[in-house]
């Protein structure tokens, strides 16, 4: 069936320094969309980027993810990790008609 | 424009008690999910509606929770007899396009607590 995977539960990186967060997918459909979702403390999840292209870039707020069909993957990533950017991360696989799938998420904690 | 709005934002409840959740979507959105969270964990889909009716309730434990869209627009999820395993936050989101990937827009959430 379909389904999403995020690797590393809880990641924590220093301030400044570059961060990655994966995920990879299983999916028989080959028009997909992808979304990272964030959520802060006591937040709902909101849409961080989004992308149905295969091997287009997608860029917000300084992170980026390129959706690569080939590797099933789409992995999030930003080139300087801010004190800010502490929260749950999640990717989100459509394939369609609205139907989401959901990985279990990534903590992110950035410290001085 | 409005987001999604969902109430109440908290509740406590002793095992056996049940409970009703209530959420206004976006206007005009189509799409309506409800998704549990348990915590330190994803959003788990329960059940989702395209206007008023149920797409998919697969993951929805019928014996104890119901999910209703009577007019298209809001939703109410109802837990009958609440278990301490029903410890959550019950997220619900709206959405629009159907069939054209649309993101997907959340609510703040009701944080369950069942002792």
């Known amino acids: 069936g379909d389904s999403v995977t995020q690797t590393e539960g809880l990641v924590t990186v220093t301030e400044g320094l570059p961060v990655k967060l994966n995920c990879t997918y299983q999916?028989?459909?080959?028009?997909?969309?992808f979304f990272w979702y964030v959520q802060y403390l006591n937040e709902a999840p909101q849409v961080l980027l989004k992308?149905?292209?295969?091997?287009k870039r997608t860029e917000h707020q300084g992170f980026h993810a390129t959706l690569h069909k080939s590797s099933s993957s789409f992995h999030l990533q930003k080139s300087s990790a801010q004190l800010s950017d502490s929260a749950l991360y999640y990717c989100?696989?459509?394939?369609?008609?609205?139907?989401?799938?959901f990985g279990k998420g990534t903590s992110l904690t950035v410290i001085p | 424009e409005a987001g999604v709005t969902q109430s109440p934002r908290y509740a406590v409840l002793q095992e056996g008690q049940a409970v009703s959740f209530w959420c206004d979507p976006i206007?005009?959105?189509?799409?309506l999910y409800w998704y549990q969270q348990p915590r330190d964990q994803g959003p788990q889909l329960l059940v989702y509606?395209?206007?008023?009716?149920?797409?998919?309730n697969s993951q929805l434990p019928s014996d104890r929770f119901s999910a209703v869209r009577p007019k298209g627009t809001n939703s109410t999820l109802k837990i009958q007899s609440a278990k301490q395993g029903d410890t959550a936050t019950y997220l619900c989101?709206?959405?629009?396009?159907?069939?054209?990937?649309?993101?997907?827009?959340f609510g703040p959430g009701t944080r369950l607590t069942v002792l």
């Open positions: 989101a709206s959405s629009s396009d159907w069939g054209n990937y649309a993101e997907q827009f």
């Open positions: 999916t028989t459909y080959l028009t997909i969309a």
């Open positions: 992308s149905s292209t295969d091997n």
């Open positions: 989100a696989l459509n394939t369609g008609y609205q139907n989401f799938y």
């Open positions: 206007s005009g959105h189509d799409t």
């Open positions: 509606f395209r206007d008023e009716a149920v797409i998919d």
